[in-house]
C-alpha cells in the first residue's frame, strides 16, 4: 500500500527531508519517502516521469546511507 506510513526511522526521514529541502509531511507514507531517496538518485519527479527505477532508487538508497553515517559519525566526533 503506496500510501500507508513510512516505516523509517524518524532521523531517517528528517535527514531525507533536510537533504531535498522538503516538508518532513512529504515523506512520511512509503510512496513518498520511495520518491524521496529516488530524488537523491537523480530522479526529477516530474508529472509524467512514473516510477523511479531500481538504478535510480539503488543510488539514492546508497547516497542516504552515506549520509546517515556522516551523521552518525559527526554526532561521535561532537561527544569527543
Partial sequence: D????????PATVALLAS???V???DLVTRRGFH????RLGGF?????DGEPGWQTL????QRLLLMLLGAELAGRRSET
Avoid at 35 to 38: K, L, P, T
Avoid at 44 to 48: I, N, Q, T
Wanted: aromatic content about 4%.
Fill in 19 to 21: 537533504a531535498l529541502a
Fill in 58 to 61: 539503488w543510488l539514492g538508497a
Fill in 23 to 25: 516538508p518532513r509531511e
Fill in 35 to 38: 520518491r524521496g531517496v529516488a
Fill in 44 to 48: 526529477l519527479a516530474r508529472r509524467g
Fill in 2 to 9: 503506496p500510501d500507508a506510513p513510512a516505516d523509517e526511522d
